[in-house]
């Protein structure tokens, strides 16, 4: 779920600052956000009070709060359809991903994607003259565009980062090194964002500890039939391909070698 969307988004099992207060599933509630407040509604049941919480519950939401989200998400198209035009019109070359209005202080938010850095002061002035409030840009990656937006992954199962709460962890390559995954090239564990598939954080720290102890691979090990050059490493199973000397290929269990 993207987090800085306030009207009526359903922001996925927040946790609490606020000691000892539950909410139960359905609850609409005022969340402190970064901007400003936020609409959200409890997914889980039941909730109650964790450490380092992802995002501070202030109160719960009354009619009013829920009418004015609702107000605000209405406007959403006709803000959009005025800020295409003043991009068209500047020539900026960014795309537009979604915008809001803020549920207390009435700002608008647009939220954007570009390949580079954005001289959008011009735009901000023009666009802040149509709707008579302060506008804020936010540029955003590919990882929240694609949060935003939804959809499957190549597990035919929907996006991590859209069922998931919470912020987006960091993917790095040796993620990939460590499952050994990444001989397959980049287009083979990139998600529909283009980048790395969320999915491999998963079981990255499992096997960094399976790997430990483990040759690297190419090098040279002694096992009880000679000298020989490691491989392939099979860290679920803990075995070692090694191609001795004389060629013959044998596998054996990490304990096994010398």
């Known amino acids: 779920m993207y987090k800085y969307l306030a009207s009526l988004r359903a922001w996925e099992n927040p946790r609490l600052c606020s000691s000892h207060i539950k909410f139960k599933k359905g609850d609409y509630v005022i969340l402190k956000g970064e901007l400003d407040n936020e609409l959200g509604k ?31 998400e209405k406007q959403k198209k006709k803000i959009l359809e005025i800020c295409h035009e ?71 199962r929907e996006l991590c980062c859209v069922k998931f709460p919470g912020n987006l962890p960091s993917i790095s390559s040796n993620m990939a090194r460590v499952q050994q995954i990444a001989h397959r090239g980049s287009e083979r564990i990139s998600g529909v964002c283009g980048r790395l598939m969320c999915c491999l954080a998963y079981e990255a720290e499992q096997y960094q500890e399976l790997l430990a102890g483990m040759p690297e691979l190419h090098s040279m090990v002694k096992t009880s039939k000679g000298e020989g050059e490691v491989m392939e490493i099979n860290a679920l199973k803990q075995e070692i391909k090694i191609k001795l000397k004389d060629k013959q290929i044998i596998t054996v269990k990490k304990e096994d070698l010398k």
Not at 43 to 71: G, M, S, V, W
Not at 120 to 140: A, D, G, P, T
């Open 42 to 72: 409890i997914e889980t049941d039941p909730l109650e009070t964790e450490e380092d919480p992802i995002q501070e519950i202030i109160r719960k939401a009354n009619p009013r709060d829920i009418q004015t989200a609702e107000e605000n």
């Open 86 to 156: 003043e991009i068209r019109k500047l020539g900026i070359e960014m795309k537009l991903v979604d915008a809001w209005i803020t549920l207390e202080r009435g700002s608008v938010v647009i939220a954007f994607t570009a390949g580079g850095r954005i001289d959008f002061r011009e735009l901000v002035k023009n666009l802040s003259r149509k709707f008579h409030r302060s506008v804020r840009m936010q540029q955003i990656g590919s990882r929240d565009e694609t949060r935003k937006l939804g959809g499957c992954g190549i597990c035919g």
